[in-house]
Structure formats: structure tokens, C-alpha cells
T-cell receptor, first 113, second 110 residues
Framework: GAGVSQTPSNKVTEKGKYVELRCDPI?????LYWYRQSLGQGPEFLIY????????DSGLPNDRFFAVRPEGSVSTLKIQRTERGDSAVYLC???????????FGPGTRLTVT | DAKTTQPNSMESNEEEPVHLPCNHS???????IHWYRQLPSQGPEYVIH???SNVNNRMASLAIAEDRKSSTLILHRATLRDAAVYYC???????????FGKGTLLTVNP
């Protein structure tokens, strides 16, 4: 079946611009996670959704970052006033239940120039 | 979160077994030991997990020390497609987020 998909695969934007990154989880998976991975590091947790609500957003670095999942399926990670330090690969994962095996998408590589 | 320690890198030859170690001396009784791997330019993928007993699946085997303070991921016959970063992660209780370290970069030589 279809895995987790993320669009776009690559995004280049100028400093100060707004970007949206999309995640399509596996159908039926109620839990959705966003992670961020900098070069040479392991992924770092950003936010976790259970259904439509953000159950834990403690990993979001600051208030420029926001994520939504209005219908409990597709999620969008939104970054305002992008900074060069936001450049990273943004990974989305989904799981059938909160503590189940997580299935990751291929990521979106964000480059802020 | 309990911490894991892995070697930065390891090297293997194709079709030979590979033993990837992980130390987790502060593991709690409810922590499962999970392994994920990340192939180049891809997201991480689940490999295997266990609690106390050794585990086998189609991808690998997991050997867990009797005191649970260390574990070893075993790839029985490494292939070039197994070249990846392997992450050992403790996960349990009410935890839902994965806490990744830097993992072990496995290089497989032809």
C-alpha cells in the first residue's frame, strides 16, 4: 500500500518568506509526527498529533513554527519568516496508534537562502 | 529520556554478518529497545524491537543482554543495500516520540 508521502521533496526559499510543508500519512493512521533533521544529526521531534489535535508541540523551536491537521489526515507544517537556521530535512511519520511503529516519509529538504 | 551509546561508524564486507552494539545502562523496566535505520536520502525505517528476550524477524536479529544494559543488532548477511545509519532507541511507558541519537553509520564493502 501507499506509504507516507511528503511534498514538496525540495523547497528553496529566501530568508523572511513563509513556507508550507505537506504530509500525507498512511490511511487510517491516527498518530502523526513531525521531526527535523540537520546535517549529520538524528531526527529531532517537533510535534505529535493524535487525530486532529496537537497532543504535544513541545519540540517546536519557536512561535514561527505551526502545524495543523484539520481533518485528522493530511498535516501541514507552516514556517513564518524563515531563517537560514531553519534549513534542514523535515520528516513526517505516522503510526496506527500512539505507541506503534512509526512509518516515515522521504522528507522535505528545506533550504533558506 | 534514557540515553543510548553507539559507535559512530562500522564497516563490513558484503555477505558477512554484522553486529551493531548499543549500550543503554540507564534503561528502565518499561523501556523497549527499538532499532531504526536510515538509508541515504530516505526517512528512517523500523527494523526490530524487543524487551527482554532475543527477537528475530526477516530483516535482522536483536540480542539483548540479560541485565538489559546493552543490546546488539545482528544482520546475518550484509548486503550493499544495508548501508545506512542505524539508530538504537529506548521507547516505552507512555512515550510516543522517538529520541534519536547520532546512530552508527554502517558501510558495506563489496
Amino acid at each position: 500500500g501507499a506509504g507516507v508521502s511528503q511534498t514538496p521533496s525540495n523547497k528553496v526559499t529566501e530568508k523572511g518568506k513563509y513556507v508550507e510543508l505537506r504530509c500525507d500519512p498512511i490511511s487510517g493512521h491516527t498518530a502523526l509526527y513531525w521531526y527535523r533533521q540537520s546535517l549529520g544529526q538524528g531526527p529531532e521531534f517537533l510535534i505529535y498529533f493524535q487525530g486532529t489535535g496537537a497532543a504535544d508541540d513541545s519540540g517546536l523551536p519557536n512561535d514561527r513554527f505551526f502545524a495543523v491537521r484539520p481533518e485528522g489526515s493530511v498535516s501541514t507544517l507552516k514556517i513564518q519568516r524563515t531563517e537560514r537556521g531553519d534549513s534542514a530535512v523535515y520528516l513526517c511519520a505516522s503510526s496506527l496508534a500512539a505507541q506503534g511503529e512509526q512509518y516515515f516519509g522521504p522528507g522535505t529538504r528545506l533550504t533558506v537562502t | 529520556d534514557a540515553k543510548t551509546t553507539q559507535p559512530n561508524s562500522m564497516e563490513s564486507n558484503e555477505e558477512e554478518p554484522v553486529h551493531l552494539p548499543c549500550n543503554h545502562s540507564t534503561i528502565s523496566g518499561t523501556d523497549y529497545i527499538h532499532w531504526y535505520r536510515q538509508l541515504p536520502s530516505q526517512g528512517p525505517e523500523y527494523v526490530i524491537h524487543g524487551l527482554t528476550s532475543n527477537v528475530n524477524n526477516r530483516m535482522a536479529s536483536l540480542a539483548i543482554a540479560e541485565d538489559r544494559k546493552s543490546s546488539t543488532l545482528i544482520l546475518h548477511r550484509a548486503t550493499l543495500r544495508d548501508a545506512a545509519v542505524y539508530y538504537c532507541i529506548l521507547w516505552g511507558g507512555s512515550n510516543y516520540k522517538l529520541t534519536f541519537g547520532k546512530g552508527t553509520l554502517l558501510t558495506v564493502n563489496p
